[in-house]
Antibody, heavy 119, light 107 residues
Framework: QEQLQQSGPGLVKPSQTLSLTCAVS??????????WNWIRQSPSRGLEWLGR?????????DYAVSVESRITIKPDTSKNQFSLQLNSVTPEDTAVYYC?????????WGQGTMVTVSS | DIQMTQSPSSLSASVGDRVTITCRAS??????LNWYQQKPGKAPKLLIY???SLQSGVPSRFSGSGSGTDFTLTISSVQPEDFATYYC?????????FGQGTKLEIK
């Protein structure tokens, strides 16, 4: 069964790096017909798409301009997973973070990780 | 960025009512419009993709229509499990963007 399983810390200190991983089962992160995304949700910003990685004969990334200077999304084909790193976090980065597969819409979602940025 | 505007922001309905939610894009997005349902504490669930295609496993009382800039999600007969928040999302171009949500509440 297709599933995404998120892992990572729920508390990050200001100025440090937020790191989350999304393990893929029932599909391949190297699929030529899917893209692998990170999305966050907060009361102030609503649902916000952060970026994606996808494989079409080679790897590509797209990032939201709002986080472009601080974000890295990377695939790990050996573990069939992909990761999010967000550098230099501030309290404004506090949100629920989701990974999601895009195959004609975001059809599979991770369970969500509440990340709080606080000292 | 393409802005997505939903209306209304909230809606009260009774079981059995027909409900329509609208979504407007700030520029044309062809049919690249998806609809999601979200319940408290859960991830969004895909209902409709490319404006009018019903996602597998979603009840047929949900339907979508529209193209260009104006889209609608219709629930033909609201059931108790449908009370939730609904979001539209454009997949025409990155950055992908979502509407602000429509909360469907019990009257």
């Amino acid at each position: 069964q297709e599933q995404l399983q998120q892992s990572g810390p729920g508390l990050v200190k200001p100025s440090q790096t937020l790191s989350l991983t999304c393990a893929v089962s029932g599909d391949s992160v190297s699929s030529n017909s899917a893209a692998w995304n990170w999305i966050r949700q907060s009361p102030s910003r609503g649902l916000e798409w952060l970026g994606r990685t996808y494989y079409r004969s080679k790897w590509y990334n797209d990032y939201a301009v709002s986080v472009e200077s601080r974000i890295t999304i990377k695939p790990d084909t050996s573990k069939n997973q992909f990761s999010l790193q967000l550098n230099s976090v501030t309290p404004e980065d506090t949100a629920v973070y989701y990974c999601a597969r895009d195959r004609d819409g975001f059809d599979i979602w991770g369970q969500g990780t509440m990340v709080t940025v606080s000292s | 960025d393409i802005q997505m505007t939903q209306s209304p922001s909230s809606l009260s309905a009774s079981v059995g009512d027909r409900v329509t939610i609208t979504c407007r894009a700030s520029q044309t997005i062809s049919s690249y419009l998806n609809w999601y349902q979200q319940k408290p504490g859960k991830a969004p669930k895909l209902l409709i993709y490319v404006a009018s295609s019903l996602q597998s496993g979603v009840p047929s009382r949900f339907s979508g229509s529209g193209s260009g800039t104006d889209f609608t999600l219709t629930i033909s007969s609201v059931q108790p499990e449908d009370f939730a928040t609904y979001y539209c999302q454009q997949s025409y171009s990155t950055p992908y963007t979502f509407g602000q949500g429509t909360k469907l509440e019990i009257k």
